[in-house]
């Protein structure tokens, strides 16, 4: 069906703009934007969802840029499967809709950002966009969730079987797995080992809206290609430097009693807990 654009409607539009973001900078003469105006604290008013919107969107993005990678490095590259068994065979397509659909994964993770940021739970720093992002914040970031994520993943697997069972089993059914399968588990698995560490991070390392923003864009993306069925081309280097690959973390799949870390593999040299994929006999040398 054929319809003209309304010219008063879009002018309507681009007027709504800058009301908008008078708005978000809540009542103050001032014209550069404060973090108490931005959090709303101070007036008891919602907070902006400025920041909300970018870091969702952020994510989005970076989802989208890994999935591209991922279609076009399997399809066309010359990927070397991680286990001699070789690679799942899987309709990309069926993939895709199983990533973005698991209740246990984006959902709850979008519930729990959406939920701490406009009910004003997070530190008074995430709401303020003053200077860029910060490298060193962001890099405390990264391994503060990934150290309090790996004691959680400790945690489920040792505490009790009953825990183990309820938790983290279902994600454990998956001995060789594949991209798709990185928010593939319950509930109670994406509360403890990523909600749980994420509330912590937050509370230790108080950064601003672009540092976050950056912080779970890289930490997300991460957690999908650790989980690819085949190795990367940077994941030799990476092994040197102690980030996780795709090879260790099929270590952990596969074994169920080494490499908790997901990130990095630093908690798990302290702890005595790493393998290298090179020492499991069921996984190719050449990754």
């Not at 003209?4 to 001032?30: H, K, L, T």
């Amino acid at each position: 069906m054929n319809q003209d654009i309304d010219p008063g409607f879009v002018s309507r539009v681009v007027r709504a703009i800058p009301m908008i973001s008078e708005q978000c900078a809540s009542n103050s003469s001032s014209s550069t934007f404060e973090i108490s105006n931005f959090s709303g604290r101070s007036t008891g008013v919602w907070p902006c969802p400025i920041g909300l919107s970018l870091g969702l969107i952020s994510v989005i993005v970076g989802q989208l840029v890994v999935i591209l990678y991922l279609y076009v490095w399997l399809r066309f590259g010359n990927p070397t499967p991680i286990q001699k068994a070789g690679a799942q065979q899987y309709s990309f397509s069926e993939a895709l809709r199983t990533h973005v659909s698991e209740p246990g994964g984006f959902f709850l993770l979008g519930s729990y950002l959406i939920g701490t940021w406009m009910f004003n739970l997070m530190p008074e720093s995430y709401y303020s966009f003053e200077g860029g992002v910060q490298p060193l914040y962001l890099l405390a970031q990264l391994l503060s969730q990934d150290c309090i994520q790996t004691v959680m993943h400790y945690a489920e697997h040792k505490i009790h079987p009953y825990l183990y069972k309820q938790s983290h089993k279902p994600h454990h059914r998956f001995i060789n797995p594949r991209w798709a399968d990185a928010y593939n588990g319950s509930v109670a698995d994406t509360v403890c080992m990523i909600l749980i560490p994420l509330w912590i991070t937050a509370n230790i390392v108080h950064c601003n809206s672009w540092t976050y923003m950056a912080f779970g864009t890289t930490y997300s993306s991460w957690l999908t290609l650790i989980h690819s069925e085949c190795s990367h081309p940077w994941d030799p280097l990476c092994r040197k430097l102690g980030i996780g690959t795709a090879g260790d973390h099929h270590v952990h799949h596969r074994t169920f009693t080494w490499n908790y870390g997901h990130l990095f593999m630093y908690w798990d040299r302290m702890l005595g807990t790493y393998k290298s994929p090179m020492d499991v006999n069921v996984f190719r040398k050449d990754i």
